[in-house]
Structures are given as structure tokens and as C-alpha cells.
T-cell receptor
Framework: AQTVTQSQPEMSVQEAETVTLSCTYDTSESDYYLFWYKQPPSRQMILVIRQEAYKQQNATENRFSVNFQKAAKSFSLKISDSQLGDAAMYFCAYRSAWAGRGGSNYKLTFGKGTLLTVNP | SAVISQKPSRDICQRGTSLTIQCQVDSQVTMMFWYRQQPGQSLTLIATANQGSEATYESGFVIDKFPISRPNLTFSTLTVSNMSPEDSSIYLC???????????FGPGTRLLVL
């Protein structure tokens, strides 16, 4: 079974600064997807960024970028120019590329999350 | 991405009762998933719900406790049966297309069982 580990329960950053959230995972599969979701106090899960394992290029979405190291099974999220609205719980998640019965392998396996505080 | 709504947004229930949570999507989707997020915890998948077939439950979750319906490609329900305080959680539905590359989540249902 796949596992996802986020070793930083809490992080803080000054507004306009850069912060990196860490995530490692364990899998025997060669093809998979990795995600970062944010969950603000409203509790809505919002997709931040997605990375396909077969792509060597790191994904970027505006101020958000990842450092994907497949051999090291590491998938960190960098937030540049941090804003007050970035304050949230951030979850790293893994998804197999193989469907399984009825798509059940498409389930997301989440880490425990990192609570990010942005200080003005 | 799809627009997903859940009803109710929150509820307070008495132990021993049941609550049915609805998940509605504004477009047809192949796969729907139901997750549970216990207080201060991460999300755990309860089951995968596909239209026209029985839901596939994860280890530790059973149909008698969490019956699921998926009558069409835009709607699903999750029932939490014979509730106990341990069922107090946020329940979230998510949806994905046929290849399931990305899951999008509904706003969640916050359940408190007394």
C-alpha cells in the first residue's frame, strides 16, 4: 500500500516571502499522480497543483511550484510571494495511475497535512 | 472543474439515528468518491461510487454502516447509519472523469453526533 508522509505539522512564513512544504511517499508503482490540496478554514478542499510521475518537468501554477524527485520519492511544494490568503492546511496526496476495480485505485491517499500560517 | 454541492452543509444528530448526505454535480462524471475527515485528521476514503454498479468500500468501512446510492452520473448519496459520537466528522464527496486524473471536492458536510 502507498503511504504519504508530511513531516512538518506546522509552518509559518512572512507575507511576500517564500516557503517550501515537504512531502515524501512510498510506492512500488512506476506510474502515478501527485497532488497538493489546500484546505482553508472554510474546509473546502482546493486543488493547488498536480504532477504526473512520467513527466520530468516540475509542475507550476502561478506562485506555486513543485520539486518532484522521483528517485527520492519526494514532492515538495514551493509557494512564492506568500499571501495572507495562502494560510491553510496543505495536504499532499498520491493516486495510482491504474484504475483497479471500478476505479477504486483512483482513490487519493493523503498525508497528515501541514498547517501554514502567513504572518503580515 | 465541476461545480459540486453537498446537502446538508452541517447537522447535529442524536446517536442511533441515520443521516443521508447528498452530493450533486453540475455535469456528468464517471467516478464519485466519499471521504471522511475526522477532527484534526486527514481524509480517508470510505468508498468509490460508480453509476450502475455497487459501491466499492475501503477496508474498515461496510455497506450496512455507510450505504451509498449512485442513481445517475450527477448525483450520489451517502448514509451514515446508526450513528455514534465516533461518526462526528466532515464527510466530503469528490468527482473525477473517466480517467480520474484529478479529483475535485465538494464543500463537505460537517456532522456532529451527540
Amino acid at each position: 500500500a502507498q503511504t504519504v508522509t508530511q513531516s512538518q505539522p506546522e509552518m509559518s512564513v512572512q507575507e511576500a516571502e517564500t516557503v517550501t512544504l515537504s512531502c515524501t511517499y512510498d510506492t512500488s508503482e512506476s506510474d502515478y499522480y501527485l497532488f497538493w490540496y489546500k484546505q482553508p478554514p472554510s474546509r473546502q478542499m482546493i486543488l493547488v497543483i498536480r504532477q504526473e510521475a512520467y513527466k520530468q518537468q516540475n509542475a507550476t501554477e502561478n506562485r506555486f511550484s513543485v520539486n518532484f524527485q522521483k528517485a527520492a520519492k519526494s514532492f515538495s511544494l514551493k509557494i512564492s510571494d506568500s499571501q495572507l490568503g495562502d494560510a491553510a492546511m496543505y495536504f499532499c496526496a498520491y493516486r495510482s495511475a491504474w484504475a483497479g476495480r471500478g476505479g477504486s485505485n483512483y482513490k487519493l491517499t493523503f498525508g497528515k497535512g501541514t498547517l501554514l500560517t502567513v504572518n503580515p | 472543474s465541476a461545480v459540486i454541492s453537498q446537502k446538508p452543509s452541517r447537522d447535529i444528530c442524536q446517536r442511533g439515528t441515520s443521516l443521508t448526505i447528498q452530493c450533486q454535480v453540475d455535469s456528468q462524471v464517471t467516478m464519485m468518491f466519499w471521504y471522511r475527515q475526522q477532527p484534526g485528521q486527514s481524509l480517508t476514503l470510505i468508498a468509490t461510487a460508480n453509476q450502475g454498479s455497487e459501491a466499492t468500500y475501503e477496508s474498515g468501512f461496510v455497506i450496512d454502516k455507510f450505504p451509498i446510492s449512485r442513481p445517475n452520473l450527477t448525483f450520489s448519496t451517502l448514509t451514515v447509519s446508526n450513528m455514534s459520537p465516533e461518526d462526528s466528522s466532515i464527510y466530503l464527496c469528490s468527482v473525477a472523469g473517466a480517467r480520474g486524473e484529478t479529483q475535485y471536492f465538494g464543500p463537505g458536510t460537517r456532522l456532529l453526533v451527540l
